[in-house]
């Protein structure tokens, strides 16, 4: 991470990375957990279909995304090169969601 900031490269990506920058190879995951309960361990299908179990959770984690804030309890999840994913739980909350794929 330190050589591709000190090179001014994107973290998920080889392009250099500035304000406005987007990914040429995005990639949108969603996390549907099988009920509502908040156990602390739990197995769940990641986007590629397979299953991975997630050992912890982070309650009230408040971070800022496009200049909105948010609070929220969240899964942790050894994904890797993805830092978070929101789930269908956390997107109902914001209402209807248009999104135009064609823009990614």
């Known amino acids: 991470m330190r050589a591709r900031r000190e090179k001014g490269l994107c973290y998920n990506c080889d392009d250099q990375y500035k304000p406005g920058h987007h990914c ?3 990639q949108l995951y969603m996390l549907v957990a099988s009920d509502e309960t908040q ?3 739990e197995e769940v299908q990641v986007a590629n279909g397979e299953r991975t179990m997630s050992k912890a959770m982070c309650t009230q984690l408040k ?3 496009q200049g909105h804030s948010f609070e929220e ?9 993805c830092d978070m994913v929101l789930g269908g739980d ?4 914001c209402g209807d969601v248009l999104i135009n794929l064609n823009k990614l």
Request: glycine share 4%; no cysteine.
């Open 63 to 65: 971070w800022e995304m």
């Open 90 to 93: 956390w997107i109902k909350k």
């Open 39 to 41: 156990e602390e361990e």
């Open 73 to 81: 309890d969240i899964r942790l999840l050894p994904l890797g090169r």
């Open 24 to 26: 040429k190879s995005q």
